[in-house]
C-alpha cells in the first residue's frame, strides 16, 4: 500500500506594525513648489493693485475735466455778463458827456479795472486761469479803444463849437473891415490847423475850411458892397 506524504501546518503570528509619526513637512509641498505659489499669487495680487491704481486715477482725470469743464462755462457767463454791463456803462457815459470832456476814459477804465480785478479772482482752475487772462485784456483793449474814440468825438464836438463861434465873429468882424480879410483868413485857418490836432478829424476839417472860407469871403463882400460909394 502507498505511504501518503504528510505535510505540517505552521502559522507565524506577525507582530503589530511599525509606524512613523507624521512630520509637518509630510504635509508641505515641496520648497520648488511653494516659491512658484508664492510668485504667482504675488503677481496676481499685484496686478489687481495696478488696475485699482490705474481706476483710481481715470476716475480722477475725470473729476478734474469736470471741474474744469464747469469753471469755464462759468467763467464764459460771467465774462460775457461783464461784456454786456461794460457796453451799456460806455454808451451811458458818452451820452452824458458834455462836448470837450477828457475824463471820461480815465473814469470809465478805472471802474471796468475794478472789474477785471474781480474777475480775475473767480477762477478755481488752471484752464480757467489760462481762459480768462487773454479774455479780458482782449476787451481790455477794445473797451479802452471804443473809450478813447467816443471821448475823441465829445473834443471834436466842443472844437467845432468853438471854432463855429470863432468864425461868426470873424464874419461880423469882417462885415465892418472887409479889407482885413487876408489877415482874418490867415488866422482862422491856423486856428482850424491847431484844432485838428485836438479831436477834429481831417475829413471834418476839410469840410469846415471850405465852409469857412466861403462865409468868410461872403461876410467881406457884403460889407464892400454896404460901404460902396454908389449906394
Do not use: C
Not at 106 to 114: H, I
Not at 150 to 159: F, K
Not at 186 to 210: C, F, Q, T, V, Y
Not at 214 to 230: C, M
Amino acid at each position: 500500500m502507498p505511504k501518503l506524504p504528510t505535510y505540517s501546518l505552521s502559522v507565524q503570528v506577525a507582530g503589530p506594525p511599525q509606524r512613523r509619526r507624521a512630520e509637518p513637512e509630510d504635509f508641505a509641498p515641496s520648497s520648488r513648489s511653494a516659491e512658484i505659489a508664492l510668485r504667482e499669487a504675488g503677481e496676481s495680487i499685484g496686478g489687481g493693485l495696478r488696475r485699482i491704481g490705474a481706476a483710481q486715477e481715470e476716475i480722477a482725470d475725470v473729476l478734474h475735466k469736470n471741474e474744469e469743464r464747469a469753471d469755464l462755462s462759468r467763467l464764459h457767463r460771467q465774462v460775457s455778463e461783464a461784456q454786456a454791463g461794460w457796453t451799456v456803462g460806455l454808451q451811458e457815459a458818452l451820452q452824458k458827456g458834455e462836448p470837450g470832456d477828457q475824463s471820461i476814459v480815465s473814469r470809465y477804465m478805472e471802474k471796468m479795472d475794478r472789474d477785471i480785478e474781480g474777475l480775475g479772482q473767480s477762477a478755481r482752475t488752471n484752464a480757467g486761469r489760462d481762459y480768462l487772462g487773454p479774455a479780458l485784456a482782449t476787451l481790455r483793449g477794445h473797451f479802452l479803444v471804443q473809450a478813447m474814440a467816443g471821448q475823441s468825438r465829445l473834443v471834436g464836438i466842443a472844437e467845432r463849437e468853438n471854432f463855429d463861434a470863432s468864425v461868426t465873429a470873424a464874419s461880423s468882424a469882417l462885415f465892418g473891415d472887409p479889407g482885413a480879410f487876408e489877415a482874418t483868413r490867415e488866422r482862422i485857418m491856423g486856428e482850424l490847423k491847431d484844432r485838428m490836432g485836438r479831436g477834429l478829424s481831417p475829413e471834418d476839417a476839410m469840410k469846415m475850411r471850405n465852409e469857412t472860407l466861403a462865409k468868410l469871403a461872403i461876410s467881406a463882400l457884403q460889407g464892400k458892397v454896404e460901404r460902396s460909394p454908389s449906394r
